[in-house]
C-alpha cells in the first residue's frame, strides 16, 4: 500500500506524541472504599464475637461484691484464684467429676461416631449396592430433624432396656450422627478415587485394610473435621443429658452448672462467681481442640495442592 504525503505526516506525529493512559479515579477510589468498608464489618464482627468472652473473663476475676457493684466491662479487684480454689472445693469437687464426665462423653463419643460416620461415608459413595440412593435419602432427612424431637423417645428406648442415668445414655446418641454421615461421603467423593481402591484391591489387599490404611489416612482432614464438629456438640448439649441423667455423678459440665445457677432461687445460696469461672474453663477444651486440630487442616489443603 502506498502512503500519501499527508498520511505519512499525520503518522510522524502521532508516533512523536506522548501516550495518554486512561485514569479511572472513580473506579479506584470505589474500590479502596469497599475494602475499608469490607474491614470496617470484619472487626466489627469479631468484636461482637469476642464480647461474651470478653465479659465471661472478667467476671471470673470478681467476687461476689464485685458482679453487681462495678463496671461488667473491666476489672475491679483480682479474685481469680479464690474462684478457681472455691470451684474445685466446693461440694468435695463435684466439678472435676463433672469435667470429666463431659471429656469422656465428648472424646469418646466423638472418636467412635468419627469412626462410624467415615467408614459409613465410605461404603454409601465408593459401593455399589440396591436401594443406596435410598439409603443416602434417608440419612439427609434424618439430619433435618431437630434433636429436640428425638430426646423423648430415646428416653422411653433407654428406660424400657434400663440404660437411663447410665454413661451409655449419653454415649450411644453419640456414636451415630446422620450429618457427619453426610460430610464424610461428600469428602469421600472428593479424596478417595476408584482406581486407587481398584490398584489396591488387585494387590490382593482385603476391603477392612484398604479402609484402615488406605482410607483413613487420605481422609485426615475429614475426619479431624467431623470430630471437631461431634466433640463441640456433644460437649455443649443440654437438653438430652437433662433428660437421660438423673444422678450428680453423672452430670455434665453444663448440667452441672446450671444446676448452680438454679440454687439462688431454691436455696438462697449465690454461686454466680463460681458458675461464670466454671463456664470460663469449660471453653478452654474447645479453644485447645480447634488449635490442636489447625494442623490437620493445614495438611488436608496441601495434600490437594499437591494433587
Given at each position: 500500500?502506498?502512503?500519501?504525503?499527508?498520511?505519512?505526516?499525520?503518522?510522524?506525529?502521532?508516533?512523536?506524541?506522548?501516550?495518554?493512559?486512561?485514569?479511572?479515579?472513580?473506579?479506584?477510589?470505589?474500590?479502596?472504599?469497599?475494602?475499608?468498608?469490607?474491614?470496617?464489618?470484619?472487626?466489627?464482627?469479631?468484636?461482637?464475637?469476642?464480647?461474651?468472652?470478653?465479659?465471661?473473663?472478667?467476671?471470673?476475676t470478681k467476687d461476689r461484691t464485685g458482679l453487681y457493684q462495678s463496671n461488667g466491662l473491666w476489672f475491679s479487684g483480682w479474685?481469680?484464684?479464690?474462684?478457681?480454689?472455691?470451684?474445685?472445693?466446693?461440694?468435695?469437687?463435684?466439678?472435676l467429676r463433672w469435667t470429666a464426665n463431659s471429656f469422656l462423653y465428648a472424646g469418646l463419643g466423638s472418636l467412635g461416631g468419627t469412626l462410624l460416620a467415615l467408614a459409613?461415608?465410605?461404603?454409601?459413595?465408593?459401593?455399589?449396592?440396591?436401594?443406596?440412593?435410598?439409603?443416602?435419602?434417608?440419612?439427609v432427612?434424618?439430619?433435618?430433624?431437630?434433636?429436640?424431637?428425638l430426646t423423648?423417645?430415646?428416653?422411653?428406648?433407654?428406660?424400657?432396656?434400663?440404660?437411663?442415668?447410665?454413661?451409655?445414655?449419653?454415649?450411644?446418641?453419640?456414636?451415630?450422627?446422620p450429618f457427619s454421615v453426610y460430610l464424610a461421603k461428600v469428602y469421600t467423593e472428593a479424596t478417595i478415587p476408584y482406581e486407587l481402591l481398584e490398584a489396591a484391591r488387585i494387590d490382593g489387599a482385603g476391603e477392612l485394610r484398604i479402609f484402615f490404611s488406605i482410607v483413613l489416612r487420605m481422609m485426615t482432614t475429614g475426619g479431624a473435621t467431623v470430630f471437631l464438629?461431634?466433640?463441640?456438640?456433644?460437649?455443649n448439649a443440654f437438653f438430652l443429658p437433662l433428660t437421660v441423667l438423673r444422678g450428680e455423678e453423672n452430670w455434665t459440665l453444663n448440667l452441672g452448672l446450671y444446676n448452680w445457677s438454679g440454687k439462688r432461687l431454691e436455696s438462697g445460696v449465690d454461686?454466680?462467681?463460681?458458675?461464670?469461672?466454671?463456664?470460663?474453663?469449660?471453653?478452654?477444651?474447645?479453644?485447645?481442640?480447634?488449635?490442636?486440630?489447625?494442623?490437620?487442616?493445614?495438611?488436608?489443603?496441601?495434600?490437594?495442592?499437591?494433587?
Open positions: 500500500m502506498v502512503l500519501t504525503d499527508k498520511a505519512m505526516k499525520d503518522a510522524k506525529e502521532s508516533a512523536g506524541r506522548p501516550v495518554r493512559r486512561l485514569n479511572r479515579p472513580d473506579s479506584a477510589a470505589r474500590s479502596r472504599g469497599g475494602q475499608r468498608f469490607l474491614l470496617v464489618g470484619l472487626i466489627l464482627a469479631s468484636m461482637y464475637s469476642l464480647f461474651p468472652v470478653w465479659w465471661l473473663i472478667v467476671a471470673s479474685h481469680l484464684w479464690d474462684n478457681l480454689e472455691q470451684l474445685f472445693t466446693y461440694e468435695d469437687g463435684i466439678f459409613t461415608g465410605y461404603g454409601l459413595a465408593r459401593f455399589e449396592f440396591p436401594g443406596r440412593n435410598l439409603v443416602f435419602a434417608a440419612v432427612g434424618s439430619f433435618l430433624i431437630p434433636i429436640a424431637l423423648l423417645p430415646l428416653y422411653l428406648l433407654f428406660s424400657e432396656i434400663g440404660l437411663v442415668d447410665t454413661p451409655w445414655a449419653m454415649l450411644i446418641p453419640c456414636l451415630i450422627n464438629l461431634a466433640f463441640v456438640n456433644t460437649w454461686l454466680t462467681s463460681l458458675v461464670l469461672t466454671g463456664a470460663l474453663l469449660s471453653i478452654v477444651p474447645m479453644a485447645i481442640m480447634m488449635v490442636a486440630m489447625r494442623r490437620y487442616w493445614r495438611t488436608g489443603v496441601t495434600l490437594g495442592a499437591l494433587k
